[in-house]
């Protein structure tokens, strides 16, 4: 699987900026996909994922501000982005899960900046 993400950049406080992914490969293997990010120095942590069947986990820091979508039997998930703080600042990564096999996929990693 070969994931292609796209749509950081720079924004100021309270805007928006949404995030694309799109999978190739063997997309039918992916059981989960969504969104991680990292800052420099610190552990990479979940964003937002969408689940097959249509469910979504949140990290409780973006919830009410970011919404995850997508269809993973086509290989898609986007990330809207609202209401940004310089805390979101970080890189974010594109990822699929196959749930069988333990096996997770990662995008290149999309830049994302707030200034305050």
């Known amino acids: 699987v070969q994931l292609q993400a796209s749509g950081g950049g720079l924004v100021q406080a309270g805007g928006s900026l949404r995030l694309s992914c799109i999978a190739s490969?063997?997309?039918?293997?992916?059981?989960?996909m969504g969104w991680h990010r990292q800052v420099s120095g610190k552990e990479r942590e979940l964003v937002a994922e969408v689940v097959n069947g249509g469910g979504t986990n949140y990290a409780d820091s973006v919830k009410g501000r970011f919404t995850v979508s997508g269809d993973i039997a086509e290989g898609t998930v986007y990330l809207q982005m609202n209401s940004l703080s310089p805390e979101d600042t970080a890189v974010y990564y594109c990822?699929?899960?196959?749930?069988?096999?333990?096996?997770?996929?990662w995008g290149q990693g999309t830049q994302v900046t707030v200034s305050s």
């Open positions: 990822n699929a899960y196959n749930v069988v096999w333990n096996r997770s996929y």
């Open positions: 490969g063997d997309i039918l293997s992916i059981n989960v």
